[in-house]
């Protein structure tokens, strides 16, 4: 098994549709990131969490959420979908401060 | 704003050459900067990182330098090899803020 699984790898989806993207890892590391990746714009960072009770927005959370349903597991909604969330999508687990993270394969969501 | 910024997005190199990839930044706050590789279809895998209290990282053919002074650091790869083509993001962190750059496509050529 891959360190951090992303489901689904490809969405296709329609303006105003509710979408989960969904992330899982064996790592048993404590903190997990979502980030989005457009071009020319590097990756971004939406929400992040340093354990199951802990949720934090980063810098483009607006039309976003998250849940943290165990340690593993680390869901990004998006609530009513818009084309400008078109994007690259990236799931990464993180040991501690300072340390480098470990990202997932990515999910291609467009929306249309 | 973009904090961290790759100004080349895209680098050629012959291969066994150097590739020196750069990287600026505008917040004198961050503390620690990374270097990932990212290959198509995969997600950005860590490759080295430097702490702001150095000036070089050296792991095998890739060497990080930092320039505090100047808000700069660059990635060295020597010799370059064809399997090095990939995209590369600087980012730089500080607290539990990492930024990323916008990334450089570097292709080696055989």
């Known amino acids: 098994d891959a360190d951090v699984t992303q489901t689904p790898r490809n969405r296709i989806t329609k303006t105003g549709k509710r979408i989960m993207l969904e992330c899982s890892q064996t790592k048993g590391h404590d903190r997990m990131y979502w980030y989005r990746q457009d071009p020319g714009l590097g990756l971004r960072l939406i929400y992040y969490?340093?354990?199951?009770?802990?949720?934090n927005k980063g810098e483009i959370s607006d039309g976003y959420s998250v849940s943290r349903q165990a340690q593993a597991k680390f869901s990004l909604s998006l609530e009513s979908a818009i084309p400008n969330q078109t994007a690259l999508y990236f799931c990464a687990i993180s040991l501690g401060q300072n340390y480098g993270y470990t990202f997932g394969s990515g999910t291609r969501l467009t929306v249309v | 704003d973009q904090q961290v910024k790759q100004n080349s997005p895209s680098l050629s190199v012959q291969e066994g050459r150097i590739s020196i990839l750069n990287c600026d930044y505008t917040?004198?706050?961050?503390?620690?900067f990374l270097w990932y590789k990212k290959y198509p279809a995969e997600g950005p895998t860590f490759l080295i990182s430097?702490?702001?209290?150095?000036d070089k990282n050296e792991d095998g053919r890739f060497t990080v330098f930092l320039n505090k002074s100047a808000k700069h650091l660059s990635l060295h790869i020597v010799p370059s090899q064809p399997g090095d083509s990939a995209v590369y993001f600087c980012?730089?962190?500080?607290?539990?803020?990492?930024?990323f750059g916008a990334g450089t496509r570097l292709t080696v050529k055989p």
């Open positions: 969490s340093f354990d199951v009770k802990d949720i």
């Open positions: 430097i702490s702001s209290i150095k």
């Open positions: 980012a730089a962190s500080r607290s539990n803020d990492m930024r």
């Open positions: 917040n004198s706050m961050f503390d620690y």
